[in-house]
């Protein structure tokens, strides 16, 4: 058990969101108990959330003893039965992050365990690369570029309508111990722009161990920027140990 920060606020710089389709078949298979794949006209949403945090800290604390960091995420869209009510959020595997102090208190002082990882980022007013490579040597690289105009061959057709999707599901669960552990995050405003991404590449969605050829591909990316926000800890979800 750890000491759980009731809210935790701050502002997030730069956030990409970069989203793949999948088949609910090979999702379903690394998804535990009570999670199951949220579907998109038939298809498993997953995607690496990369957020850029500046001033964060515990709510009610001055913004100099804020914190700044980089950070990864390898999320799937899902959804699960609460209190017999249907939830909606994201279940994620693993967090990455360029500060040592969240390797140290994630899991303990606020919710998910984070591997430490080396961060290069490189960004101009239009253009964002950002690789990185984990203690265990996780790597992801992106390349992307700001334009006016959302991917033509998206499944989800408008940027409307991803927007809504991931607006909607603004719940994420990681998994600690014996226990699924959950933020919320609130924001003042919604914003989004879409990106053009030039290169990808993911060692965790590349593992054909995971998703067999053909099983998973890159769909679309979304950019939010300078967003005034908050993070909600959450109650945590026992994990099931009657499932096999």
């Not at 984990?134 to 105009?149: E, F, G, P, V, Y």
Request: charged share 25%; with cysteine.
């Amino acid at each position: 058990m750890y000491l759980r920060l009731p809210t935790i606020q701050g502002i997030i710089e730069r956030r990409l969101l970069i989203n793949f389709v999948a088949e609910p078949e090979y999702v379903q298979q690394i998804l535990p108990a009570p999670f199951r794949p949220k579907l998109y006209k038939g298809k498993s949403i997953a995607g690496i959330c990369l957020i850029r945090f500046k001033q964060l800290r515990p709510k009610g604390f001055p913004e100099f003893l804020g914190i700044s960091s980089e950070n990864g995420a390898h999320r799937i869209a899902v959804e699960w039965e609460e209190k017999g009510r249907m939830q909606q959020g994201v279940y994620i595997p693993r967090r990455d992050t360029s500060l040592k102090l969240n390797t140290l208190l994630g899991g303990r002082l606020f919710p998910g365990k984070h591997y430490l990882a080396k961060f290069n980022v490189v960004t101009d007013q239009d253009h964002y690369h950002i690789d990185f490579t984990s203690s265990d040597q996780m790597h992801l690289a992106i390349d992307a570029r700001k334009t006016d105009q959302f991917a033509t061959d998206s499944i989800f057709e408008t940027l409307a309508n991803v927007s809504a999707f991931f607006e909607q599901g603004s719940i994420g669960y990681s998994p600690n111990g014996d226990c699924y552990e959950g933020l919320q995050l609130q924001t003042r405003q919604w914003q989004v722009q879409p990106l053009k991404v030039e290169r990808i590449r993911s060692a965790f969605f590349e593992d054909r161990n995971i998703f067999p050829e053909g099983s998973i591909q890159f769909d679309n990316a979304i950019l939010m920027e300078n967003i005034v926000h908050e993070w909600k800890v959450l109650p945590p979800i026992r994990k099931d140990t009657s499932r096999s």
